[in-house]
């Protein structure tokens, strides 16, 4: 009965339109009402679930890619870019997708990714000939790069809801290849869509413009490098290495790129203070509709059910997958970590999966939820941005779900992709 309740209310909240944070703490509430426990035990569990040392990275990293998305670096990153594939069919496309994957590891969220590629982007690609619906669907289904390639913050999460046993270094390592491959599908879907519908080619710019934008690109990329190769080789810890980003980027914003206005800085920890707010206050709500589920050993009867099926890790990764992908549809993607990690890695685990595989499958799968209707906050994003309709980009993105489910069963399956790299580090 009281998983019933704490089920039931989330489903019905959620149902009726309430922001998710709200509906995972009044199930948690409402279910230790029910089972006679002092409410204050769903206050206790929210402000443990945001009291780990490792979660201080993530709004020090918001801050340090909302300081980059504001300072102008990310038009440095897409005009190098474009110099690099502009020039293939369909460049603006390419250039679009290639962007993500040079400014995922340095804003880590896919939303801001969206935002700040697809408000540069989009337009330019409607003014020079192609379909709206194109531009916004290599927009939000490249954005999903931004979980993969280090700094995530998402991984960080993942690390710190298992338990905080599992490597961040290994974690971030294991993102890269993955992210990559990720990159290469979606460069190829986009260059067929382009070939199909006869989209145009820029003018190559020369290797003198690209080694022009290189330079110009190059503290961004400095920055990724810094930020990975301290938090692989043990100089400093992801907290730390945060902290790195934000002193680095202010330090860039006031020495190479002059900023001279205040208000700049003003906007990023504006916009930096509430994305925080918002995430941490669902990870805390997340936190406490977990504990009950561990109370009420909902990962052992999972288990159980699971093994009942079958004995096989294949049949077992490809019904964590299928639940990973249908939770994703409906469950942004802070709450979804939180509270589908401590059920679905001990069953992962049980079958022999590694925790630092599962958990870039877990990211990517969850990614691919985030622009998949009925929910899917990447997908509003990109629209909104674009100034297209819902169901306008859902009738053309089909060749994009293909390419990243395609992806996602490599990963899943062929757990090298993700190991290989952190292997050769240890």
Not at 65 to 86: C, K, P, S
Not at 106 to 111: A, E, F, L, Y
Not at 221 to 233: A, K, N, S, T
């Amino acid at each position: 009965m009281e998983l019933m309740i704490l089920f039931g209310v989330f489903l019905g909240l959620m149902i009726l339109g309430v922001p998710i944070a709200f509906c995972l703490a009044v199930a948690a509430l409402c279910t230790a009402m029910y089972m006679g426990l002092p409410p204050l035990i769903v206050f206790q569990q929210m402000n443990e679930g945001i009291s780990s040392f490792a979660m201080i990275a993530i709004p020090l990293f918001i801050f340090a890619g909302e300081l980059m998305m504001r300072g102008g670096v990310a038009d440095r990153m897409i005009n190098f870019a474009g110099t690099l594939v502009g020039h293939i069919r369909g460049g603006l496309g390419q250039v679009n997708i290639t962007s993500s994957v040079l400014l995922s590891g340095i804003s880590g969220s896919p939303i801001a990714d969206a935002s700040a590629i697809g408000g540069i982007m989009v337009p330019q690609m409607v003014k020079r000939g192609y379909a709206r619906s194109y531009a916004v669907n290599v927009t939000i289904s490249s954005a999903v790069i931004a979980l993969m390639i280090p700094p995530s913050p998402n991984l960080i999460l993942y690390a710190v809801a298992g338990g905080g046993g599992i490597s961040i270094a290994d974690l971030f390592t294991a993102g890269i290849l993955p992210g990559l491959l990720l990159a290469a599908a979606l460069l190829v879907t986009a260059y067929v869509q382009a070939v199909r519908k006869g989209y145009p080619a820029e003018p190559f710019a020369g290797v003198a413009a690209i080694g022009r934008a290189l330079v110009a690109a190059t503290p961004a990329i400095v920055l990724v490098v810094v930020i990975f190769g301290g938090v692989r080789f043990g100089v400093f810890t992801p907290t730390e290495s945060a902290c790195v980003a934000v002193l680095y980027v202010f330090g860039l914003m006031l020495v190479v790129m002059r900023m001279q206005s205040w208000h700049v800085l003003m906007e990023a920890l504006s916009a930096a203070v509430r994305t925080t707010a918002m995430v941490l206050f669902i990870i805390a709500a997340a936190a406490s509709f977990g504990w009950f589920m561990a109370f009420l050993q909902v990962p052992s009867y999972v288990i159980s059910a699971m093994s009942s099926m079958s004995d096989s890790p294949y049949v077992a990764m490809a019904l964590i997958l299928v639940s990973l992908l249908l939770l994703g549809t409906f469950m942004d993607l802070s709450p979804m970590i939180i509270i589908t990690t401590p059920i679905f890695l001990p069953v992962a685990q049980n079958f022999g999966v590694d925790p630092v595989h599962f958990g870039i499958v877990m990211i990517l799968a969850a990614g691919i939820g985030l622009y998949t209707p009925p929910v899917g906050t990447l997908l509003f994003v990109g629209c909104a941005v674009g100034k297209i309709s819902v169901s306008e980009v859902l009738r053309t993105i089909w060749p994009y779900y293909i390419a990243s489910g395609i992806v996602l069963l490599m990963v899943a399956y062929i757990p090298a992709i993700s190991l290989w790299l952190p292997a050769l580090f240890r």
